[in-house]
């Protein structure tokens, strides 16, 4: 079945740095992929959906200058969460949708980020 | 590999009947699951959980099956209301970990 790989699993990093996720369709290529962001009572909020080869779209709230994202390809997508700090300390999980089933998503396991 | 499995992406159902959501696992280490609910363009929103050790959670509409020896669990509504129509993920995650496993979604229809 269809993978989605997220890259690290796990990331602690100093106030100011800035850190890259990556998120990575295994078997499948990923017209549509998704950001979201985990908040407390466990829903994810979309961040930004993002297409190969075109901007990222970003929801009503959430700072493209500060989360970028970049999908490069049809099996990559990045998202680099610049000048962290500690707020931004969340599990980000990113899903990816092929080109069949307009409803099915491939959920990445999530990247748990910690900013010191 | 896809450690959960929703196997109906889709799922329609008469207003005032019951909308049975099924969900399979092959991981035995799982011991937690959950399950959201998302419209579109929006995030999966949580609506119930299970722990490992119990086999039923009820929250007013919503209930969750949990049968461990055949790692399949079902998310019960009833009765279905029109605005329960959107798309179903079924989540598992096991103590210690840091990742979230998803099923692919169902697509659940309630029909007036």
């Known amino acids: 079945g269809a993978v989605v790989s997220q890259h690290p699993s796990w990331v602690i990093c100093k106030s100011g740095t800035s850190v890259k996720i990556e998120c990575r369709s295994l078997?499948?290529?990923?017209?549509?992929m998704f950001w979201y962001r985990q908040f407390p009572k466990q829903s994810l909020m979309l961040m930004a959906t993002s297409n190969e080869g075109s901007k990222a779209t970003y929801e009503q709230g959430v700072e493209k200058d500060k989360f970028l994202i970049n999908h490069a390809s049809l099996t990559l997508s990045t998202l680099t969460v610049t000048s962290a700090h500690p707020e931004d300390s969340s599990f980000y999980i990113c899903?990816?949708?092929?080109?069949?089933?307009?409803?099915?998503?491939?959920f990445g396991p999530g990247t748990r980020l910690t900013v010191l | 590999d896809q450690q959960v499995k929703q196997n109906s992406p889709s799922l329609s159902v008469q207003e005032g009947r019951i909308s049975i959501l099924n969900c399979d696992y092959t991981n035995s280490m799982f011991d937690y699951f959950l399950w959201y609910k998302k419209y579109p363009a929006e995030g999966p929103t949580f609506l119930i959980s299970i722990s490992s050790i119990k086999d039923k959670n009820e929250d007013g509409r919503f209930t969750v099956f949990l049968n461990k020896s055949a790692k399949h669990l079902s998310l019960h509504i009833v009765p279905s209301q029109p605005g329960d129509s959107a798309v179903y993920f079924c989540?598992?995650?096991?103590?210690?970990?840091?990742?979230?496993?998803f099923g692919t979604g169902t697509r659940l229809t309630v029909i007036p």
């Open positions: 899903s990816a949708r092929g080109g069949s089933g307009a409803d099915t998503q491939y």
């Open positions: 989540a598992a995650i096991y103590t210690g970990a840091n990742n979230l496993f």
């Open positions: 078997d499948f290529q990923a017209t549509t």
